[in-house]
């Protein structure tokens, strides 16, 4: 199985608006691909899903932020992030980078 590292926006994009980052997700639940994942990156998924702009698209896919959130708990892995030297001037994206490198990622997808 493949160890990967998805960043927050595909995993938002493959929730909610299909194409490229939906098959991503559907390698999750097909249990294709492992997500490994930091509980700050798990609790930033919830907090961007449970924006009111999202509801409707939500209603449209029949599902919700917390059906969805369940889910993808149970297919991941949490893992403990590396250490590392700030490389990436964004914050947020050093924090993905410690945690494919901590959870010994094949592959981070951006």
Do not use: H
Request: proline share 5%; aromatic share 8%; charged share 25%.
């Amino acid at each position: 199985m493949i160890r990967a590292v998805y960043d927050t926006n595909i995993l938002v994009s493959g929730l909610l608006w299909g194409g490229k980052p939906a098959q991503l997700i559907d390698y999750l639940w097909d249990e294709r691909v492992r997500l490994l994942c930091l509980d700050t990156l798990f609790d930033e998924v919830s907090r961007v899903i449970k924006r009111d702009k999202f509801t409707a698209r939500f209603q449209a896919i029949g599902t919700t932020p917390d059906a969805f959130l369940e889910n993808l708990r149970r297919s991941v892995e949490f893992v403990t992030p590396a250490e590392i030297q700030p490389i990436i001037s964004e914050p947020k994206d050093n924090m993905v980078l410690a945690c494919a490198l901590g959870g010994r990622a094949d592959v981070l997808i951006s």
